[in-house]
């Protein structure tokens, strides 16, 4: 993975969508997807059973096209318009691909219910990933996915509260704050 850390803490879809800053792709290769999942692990289950898959090229790719039909699809959304039926044929299918069962076993005192994909490492990360960008997509809080306000940044956050600014306080938003001291304080 490059010198940039991903941007996680948000819904997967979004998380997805932030692997593409300015001028950068974080998911160049089959080992930054995997370092991806690795960092999506810990809030995650459906990252955590992947984050050691092996994963292929044509894993990379299929994950890939998935973020880029979710980009597309929530540029246009969150500002009120329809999305192209290219990018939600493209995600259907992709959940198409490694379709979701709940599994029921015997746990010896009580039945559970575990949820599981089929298919390939690669089909089951972009199925996670596509369904995940459906429910996001579907949900009436899409309207509220903002752009960082920062010069330069193309992050997109939720936000929990009205007033964030900032995909992150502590890159964008010490980086604002930073350059307005610096202006006040400057020279003349």
């Given amino acids: 993975m490059s010198d940039l850390i991903p941007l996680i803490g948000e819904p997967p879809a979004l998380d997805l969508v932030n692997t593409r800053p300015a001028a950068a792709d974080l998911l160049s290769t089959p080992g930054d997807l995997r370092s991806w999942l ?34 597309r699809a929530l540029d246009r959304v969150r500002h009120g318009r329809p999305p192209a039926a290219d990018d939600l044929d493209a995600l259907n299918q992709a959940q198409r691909a490694a379709p979701a069962i709940v599994e029921l076993a015997w746990g ?28 996001l997509l579907a949900d009436p809080a899409v309207r509220k996915v903002r752009q960082c306000e920062a ?10 509260h009205p007033r964030r600014r900032w995909c992150s306080a502590a890159r964008c938003g010490n980086r604002v704050r930073v350059a307005r001291h610096y202006q006040r304080h400057r020279l003349p």
């Fill in 151 to 160: 010069a330069e940044c193309v992050m997109l956050f939720l936000p929990a």
């Fill in 108 to 135: 010896g005192e009580a039945v559970t219910a575990t949820r599981r994909r089929t298919g390939s490492p690669g089909a089951r990360v972009a199925a996670w990933l596509a369904e995940a960008a459906a429910g």
């Fill in 38 to 71: 690795g960092l999506e692990a810990g809030r995650f289950e459906e990252a955590r059973e992947l984050a050691d898959a092996d994963l292929t090229g044509a894993d990379l790719a299929a994950v890939r096209d998935v973020r880029e039909h979710t980009a």
